[in-house]
């Protein structure tokens, strides 16, 4: 089992306390290319596994494209599947990496400090109801160079970037801020995963008439979000 945070969020998503490949905080873990569930020793289009590359460029597009920039495969798949993702592959169906939408959901709710924790400097998320969450720094791989190691943190999310699909978003924040950012998909960054299962609401009951107490019953359909369904009506 992986330790999670509730941060309070609207959304009820729960973020995971390290990286892949990671078992702390503090520890960076794994590099891998956006889509791609193994590292590797070269982070470059020739590697890639979703490109076809002719003298090391980007020629076509084998998946997650939408054929605006490149030829290829045309799927217009705009968020990594199941397969591809590689929290999912790495730590079972009950994780996932996460959206943009959820990254900016993070970015909107806490309040971001650049901190020093166990010796390395990264981001601080501190959530209103006292929690947090800490991401490292740890740069980026290009071909087989890592940059930024100590400056700057690049953490992929699953969401394509609308009409560059040679590009994938991600969180991106160094001592003066944090943001959201869109990162080359053949390139090499860390990844902080989610739980597909979403903290409920806390209040599950409502007064009727301010006489009648009822609790509101729901049902799991084992969605890939995580979303639970009411059984009846409003």
Not at 14 to 40: C, M, Q
Not at 78 to 88: F, G, H, K, N, P
Not at 166 to 178: I, P, Q, T
Request: charged content about 20%.
């Amino acid at each position: 089992t992986h330790e999670y945070v509730d941060l309070g969020l609207p959304s009820g998503t729960l973020w995971a306390t390290y990286n892949i490949g990671a078992s702390k905080p503090e520890e960076v873990g794994d590099y891998f290319s956006w889509g791609e569930t193994e590292k590797k020793d070269y982070y470059n289009w020739s590697s890639y596994k979703w490109s076809i590359s002719n003298n090391g460029g980007l020629d076509f597009l084998t998946k997650y494209n939408s054929g605006h920039r490149y030829n290829g495969k045309i799927d217009n798949l705009q968020t990594l599947l199941t397969q591809d993702d590689v929290a999912s592959a790495k730590w079972g169906s009950e994780w996932r990496m996460p959206t943009n939408e959820e990254f900016q959901e993070l970015l909107d709710n806490c309040q971001y400090n650049w901190a020093e924790y166990n010796g390395v400097y990264g981001a601080k998320f501190i959530a209103s109801n006292g929690n947090s969450m800490f991401l490292p720094v740890g740069g980026y791989y290009e071909s087989s160079t890592i940059y930024d190691t100590n400056s700057r943190g690049f953490y992929w999310s699953s969401s394509l970037l609308n009409d560059y699909e040679f590009c994938a978003l991600n969180v991106y924040f160094r001592s003066e801020g944090v943001g959201m950012n869109a990162g080359n998909r053949r390139l090499g960054f860390p990844v902080r995963s989610v739980r597909c299962e979403k903290k409920l609401p806390t209040d599950t009951t409502a007064t009727v008439n301010d006489t009648t107490s009822i609790a509101y019953e729901y049902v799991d359909l084992g969605l890939p979000s995580g979303t639970l369904w009411a059984t009846f009506n409003v």
